[in-house]
T-cell receptor, first 112, second 108 residues
Framework: EPEVTQTPSHQVTQMGQEVILRCVPISNHLYFYWYRQILGQKVEFLVSFYNNEISEKSEIFDDQFSVERPDGSNFTLKIRSTKLEDSAMYFC??????????FGNGTRLTVT | GIQVEQSPPDLILQEGANSTLRCNFSDSVNNLQWFHQNPWGQLINLFYIPSGTKQNGRLSATTVATERYSLLYISSSQTTDSGVYFCAAYTGGFKTIFGAGTRLFVKA
């Protein structure tokens, strides 16, 4: 079964540094998403991406965040200047048309 | 915006017991998805169910969209069922709103 793949699985960075989280969605999917989950809490929507542009974003997704689909396969989330409170698990997801979300295994980001 | 509430927040079962998890949503939704987050943090898709009932082995789900709730049934629970169960509501836009989850522990 096709999978959403995310790299790296773990990322440790210092406060103020830029990080890029990478995702390869399922190849024939059209909608791409980033979610985050702070340890022990609920899964929170960050941003959705469709037709090469952001379709919706949450209040969490401020100017420090950006997303890109630089080629036909990758989907990235960039955090420009990380803060301690950005420490979380970041999940990428994709879906086709009217079909369920498929999640990657996540990237655990630790900001020190 | 839409609110998604899950109950109970925590559940401890003896292996072999049955349970029902509930998901209430405050407004109409286009669809509803149930996930199991295993102890390794992976989000596993269980059901994608806008209405009606679906079954997959020991698990089944029912969504009553007109009354704004969904139920997840786990029968003959096993220790591998432990983890957190989330429901997620699909709104009219591109956003999917998750509930806070039900944390299940199945004792051997």
């Amino acid at each position: 079964e096709p999978e959403v793949t995310q790299t790296p699985s773990h990322q440790v960075t210092q406060m103020g540094q830029e990080v890029i989280l990478r995702c390869v969605p399922i190849s024939n999917h059209l909608y791409f998403y980033w979610y985050r989950q702070i340890l022990g809490q609920k899964v929170e929507f960050l941003v959705s991406f469709y037709n090469n542009e952001i379709s919706e974003k949450s209040e969490i997704f401020d100017d420090q965040f950006s997303v890109e689909r630089p080629d036909g396969s990758n989907f990235t989330l960039k955090i420009r200047s990380t803060k301690l409170e950005d420490s979380a698990m970041y999940f990428c997801a994709s879906r086709g048309g009217d079909s369920p979300l498929h999640f990657g295994n996540g990237t655990r980001l630790t900001v020190t | 915006g839409i609110q998604v509430e899950q109950s109970p927040p925590d559940l401890i079962l003896q292996e072999g017991a049955n349970s029902t998890l509930r998901c209430n949503f405050s407004d109409s939704v286009n669809n509803l998805q149930w996930f199991h987050q295993n102890p390794w943090g992976q989000l596993i898709n269980l059901f994608y169910i806008p209405s009606g009932t679906k079954q997959n082995g020991r698990l089944s789900a029912t969504t009553v969209a007109t009354e704004r709730y969904s139920l997840l049934y786990i029968s003959s629970s096993q220790t591998t069922d432990s983890g957190v169960y989330f429901c997620a509501a699909y709104t009219g836009g591109f956003k999917t709103i998750f509930g806070a989850g039900t944390r299940l522990f199945v004792k051997a």
